[in-house]
């Protein structure tokens, strides 16, 4: 248990940082698995709707992706990579 009054400060922000940071990762993970269920689709049933389907959830990823990178949730290069690890899954 915190001591002095700045630790029981500090506590306070810890716990909102890590309810927010929490927020986040759960925000891409979600993202990330609508984008590889609609690869998954692409891959059986192969047409030019489907492939948008897959374009418009990347970009959706990304968006979420750069939004933990602004608020400093994830390091701008651990986003870059996984990124990157996501468009070579439709290519």
């Known amino acids: 248990m915190p001591q002095t009054k700045s630790h029981i400060k500090n506590?306070?922000?810890i716990l909102r940082n890590r309810?927010?940071?929490r927020?986040?990762?759960?925000?891409?993970?979600?993202?990330?698995?609508?984008y590889l269920f609609s690869v998954?689709?692409?891959?059986?049933y192969n047409t030019q709707e489907n492939l948008n389907i897959c374009i418009n959830n990347l970009?959706?990823?990304y968006?979420?992706?750069?939004?933990a990178?602004?608020?400093?949730?994830?390091?701008?290069?651990?986003?870059?990579?996984?990124?990157?690890r996501l468009a070579n899954i439709i290519n």
């Open 11 to 13: 506590s306070k922000v």
């Open 19 to 21: 309810h927010l940071n």
């Open 23 to 34: 927020k986040y990762k759960l925000l891409i993970k979600k993202a990330i698995k609508t």
């Open 40 to 44: 998954k689709n692409i891959s059986s």
């Open 59 to 61: 970009s959706i990823v």
């Open 63 to 67: 968006k979420t992706i750069d939004k």
């Open 69 to 84: 990178v602004k608020r400093k949730v994830l390091h701008k290069n651990t986003a870059s990579r996984k990124k990157s």
